[in-house]
Structures are given as structure tokens and as C-alpha cells.
């Protein structure tokens, strides 16, 4: 998943704004993701996240569900609201794929086309 517009979000209301931005997301994350699955902040906006015992659809599932609250998530920076979107890229474990590694860079292909797409999309 990576946070749209992050580097905008930065320069126009300063990184202050953008680490509260990545409180709030943590935070959402904390109330939707269930116990055993795992976030990993892996770059600047982008986190990785490892839903065991999950299939395509399930990832699938939640990740609708991460997009759905981000979407509607504002955060106050002064009398302006900032407006926050994700973008999200699935990829699944098979009987020839299971190498952490290949999921990731699946994953990140799938969040290139979602990007591509103009944002606030799964792929």
C-alpha cells in the first residue's frame, strides 16, 4: 500500500502534517487489521502488510476495506483539511509462488498499475 500524493501532502503542509497523516494511518490500520496479520512500514509512504491465512479474496476484502476508511479520512492542518487515498497492490502465495520476496515484487506490480490508474485503487 502506498499513501497517494504523500510527497504533495509534505510540501504543501509541511512534513509535520505528513507525519500526522502516518499517525493516522497507523492508527487505522491498529482498529482494522486483525491480530495475527502484519504492517511493516517499508519506504517514505509505503507499507507492507502480511494477512496469513488469507486468500485472494480475503486480501482482497480488507484491503477494500483499508481503502474505504483512508478515503474518507481527513486531517485538520490549520483552517485546511488534508484529504487522504491509498493505493493498493495484491498478491497471493501459490504452489509456485511462497518466497517473500516474490510476493513483494508481485505486489508492487499490482500497486504500479493501481497508481497508474490515478490512485485510490486495489490491483
Known sequence: MDIDHFAAINETHGENNGDRVLKEVGRIFKNTMR????????????????????NFAGAQIVAGKLRNTLSGTKIRSGSRSIQVSASFGIASSSKTTTKPGDLLKFAEKAL????????????
Do not use: H, Y
Not at 511493516?40 to 494477512?51: K, N, Q, V, Y
Not at 504500479?112 to 486495489?122: D, E, P, S, T
Open 35 to 54: 491480530i495475527n496479520d502484519l504492517v511493516a512500514r517499508i519506504g517514505a509512504d509505503s507499507f507492507a502488510m502480511l494477512l496469513p491465512e488469507t
Open 112 to 123: 504500479k498499475q493501481a497508481r497508474k490508474r490515478g490512485g485510490n485503487q486495489i490491483a
